[in-house]
T-cell receptor
């Protein structure tokens, strides 16, 4: 069963706007990751946040983690048409597990 | 990640036939994974390997087997293909580090069972 669930399932914004996607999960984790998937391609790792971190930045990406609420958010600032893709959160199951469980993804469309 | 290649990339097969998907990596990843991706289900783990000849089941392993005789290669076999196994299959590889367990994906194999 899915550990992470992204919200919303689909998001459509204008170029230049910010895009926010959310992920909720059920059990304790060591870290949470976000991946991106362009249509017809494999997933690509974007960013990892550890369970003892609250916020992390990478370029135009900002990730937050609230372990008390078992939730994370991914913010893409100043979106571009090239950001159009599906975005997935992935969690490990804790205890040093090397298995990642993925959510169903948020499909982001950035309109030029 | 160019370090992980899958073959075939596209295949159409008949119900009841065995099918083998191949994954080859050049990054010396210790861990390798097979996922399937279906609309409405996201990615689901089929099997994974934590070393040569060391494999274990994932969430949706029924009807699938795997083998890893070398670090570089991880094979997924559908023993007798069914229409419910029509899907996109992704191989991935990774290693555990103090900083986390990021995994790297191949480009996918599109399988249609008719």
């Amino acid at each position: 069963s899915q550990q992470g669930e992204e919200d919303p399932q689909a998001l459509s914004i204008q170029e230049g706007e910010n895009a926010t996607m959310n992920c909720s999960y059920k059990t304790s984790i060591n870290n949470l990751q976000w991946y991106r998937q362009n249509s017809g391609r494999g997933l690509v790792h974007l960013i990892l946040i550890r369970s003892n971190e609250r916020e992390k930045h990478s370029g135009r990406l900002r990730v937050t983690l609230d372990t008390s609420k078992k939730s994370s958010s991914l913010l893409i600032t100043a979106s571009r048409a090239a950001d159009t893709a599906s975005y997935f959160c992935a969690t490990d199951s804790g205890a040093g597990s090397y298995q990642l469980t993925f959510g169903k993804g948020t499909k982001l469309s950035v309109i030029p | 990640d160019a370090g992980i290649t899958q073959s075939p990339r596209h295949k159409v097969t008949e119900t009841g036939t065995p099918v083998t998907l191949r994954c080859h990596q050049t990054e010396n990843h210790r861990y390798m994974y097979w996922y399937r991706q279906d609309p409405g289900h996201g990615l689901r783990l089929i099997h994974y390997s934590y070393g040569v000849k060391d494999t274990d089941k994932g969430e949706v392993s029924d009807g699938y087997s795997v083998s890893r005789s070398k670090t570089e290669d991880f094979l997924l076999t559908l023993e007798s293909a069914t229409s419910s196994q029509t899907s996109v299959y992704f191989c991935a590889g990774g290693d555990t580090h103090r900083s986390g367990n990021t995994i790297y994906f191949g480009e996918g194999s599109w399988l249609t069972v008719v």
